[in-house]
């Protein structure tokens, strides 16, 4: 296949499952055991071959850090640049909350409006390398349009199975893009079920969180941005609005990588989750000390894009938060509205209310001394708020 030939970056070392330690050559989907798998690279070798200084002539989009991602770059035309996203103070949020060095990165400018757009960069590019031809997903947020996006653009068909709680904005946003959209009935559990018998039934490859290896290196490429921009040094915390947790777990493994590299400082995150206390497993599962999440609750919250019941990958983001000395906490749908007011207020920036959540998760954590004032925090705000036309429309409470 052609295509493949596309599929040769040179410090892939394999794949490899931290559960069970089975290893794959290129995969598409889970271990054998059921558990995902995660990429590894031979970084003696790139350490060797390579200096961080070279990146400095380099496109901004995330394909900058090529070397660090499992699959080659579509010519640069061809790409929608995900990634190269700002890194902006806080200064008057920091002097409300007491953080002198408070910093947000804002990730509502990728494509599609939230840093969805990063993990289907390098998903569909690998996946379409792969000759894998259908995708499908149950969402109930940015995903579908992000992954419909890369998908029209590579020639990928995407199945989107979407709740029948969910705005018609959020469905039709998948399908502008050309994905067909099923609309499941039973709420957001009922929609997993079905793309999972959808995907069983017709063949087609189920990229739901962690399912397979190639979106959280897309992931990745925020903690690997986030040290470059900081002259390669990471904050003392990075508060990350987490639902599957790709992202947590995407984090961790760049600052391992870039650590083993020689590439960052002596410095490492604190990497803190948060959720939504309408299905809040990780948090709860960190409290308690937990391996793996327990069964959650799952009410309805603004922010779709945390209710995760039972993430897939628990146990990889609950080994990073813990290895980071880092925190979990949930939080309601009124605080996380305060929070989008406040950013939009006193910075200049409309979030959605996912990315809202880790400023109320944040001042929640200062409430209770878990932050404290010397820290140097970065909130991640992974989505925008523009899209969110249904919450314009009804519900925050402005003139
Ligand atoms: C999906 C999503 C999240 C949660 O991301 P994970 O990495 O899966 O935990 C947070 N914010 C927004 C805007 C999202 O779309
Ligand atoms: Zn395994």
Known sequence: MAAMGTFTPSYVAGYACPACGARYALPRGLCACGQPLLVGYRLDALAAAFGR?????????????????????????????????????LARLGAMLGLPELWAKDEGLNPTGSF???????GVTALAALGVRDLCVAT?????????????????????????????????????????????????????????????????LNI?????????????????????QRGWSLPDAIVCPTGGGVAIVGIWKAVEE????????????????????????????????????????????????????????????????????????????????AAVLDLAQLEGLFVAPEAAAALAGLRKLRGTGRVTPS?????????????????????????
Do not use: M
């Open 53 to 89: 200084e070279a990146l400095a002539a380099r496109e901004s989009s995330l394909w900058r850090y090529r070397e660090l991602l499992p699959v080659a770059p579509p010519d640069e035309a061809s790409e929608l640049a995900a990634g190269g996203t700002p890194l902006l103070r």
């Open 258 to 337: 870039l650590a083993a590299l020689g590439w960052l400082d002596a410095q490492r995150p604190r990497l803190i989750a948060v959720q939504s206390e309408s299905c809040a497993p990780i948090v709860a599962a960190f409290a308690a000390g937990a391996e793996r999440c327990g069964d959650s609750p799952y009410a309805d919250t603004i922010a779709r894009g945390l209710r995760v019941a039972k993430p897939l990958g628990d146990r990889l983001v609950l080994r990073a938060l813990r290895a980071s000395g880092g925190d979990a906490v949930a939080v309601s749908d009124a605080e996380i509205e």
């Open 140 to 204: 109930s947020d940015n995903l579908g349009p992000a992954w419909a996006a890369y998908c029209a653009r590579a020639g990928l068909r995407l199945h989107v199975v979407i709740s029948d709680d969910v705005p018609r904005p959020t469905l039709r946003q998948s399908s502008i893009y050309g994905a067909e959209v099923v609309v499941a009935p039973g709420g957001a559990a009922a929609a997993f079920a079905l793309a999972e018998e959808l995907a069983r039934e017709r063949g087609w």
């Open 208 to 228: 739901s969180a962690f399912r397979e290896p190639y979106r959280v290196e897309g992931k990745k490429t925020i903690g690997l941005e986030l040290a470059e």
């Open 116 to 122: 969805k757009a990063r993990g289907a960069a390098v």
């Open 375 to 399: 820290e140097r925090v970065t909130l991640l705000l992974t989505g925008s708020g523009l899209r969110r036309w249904d919450l314009l429309e009804e519900r925050y409470p402005v003139a």
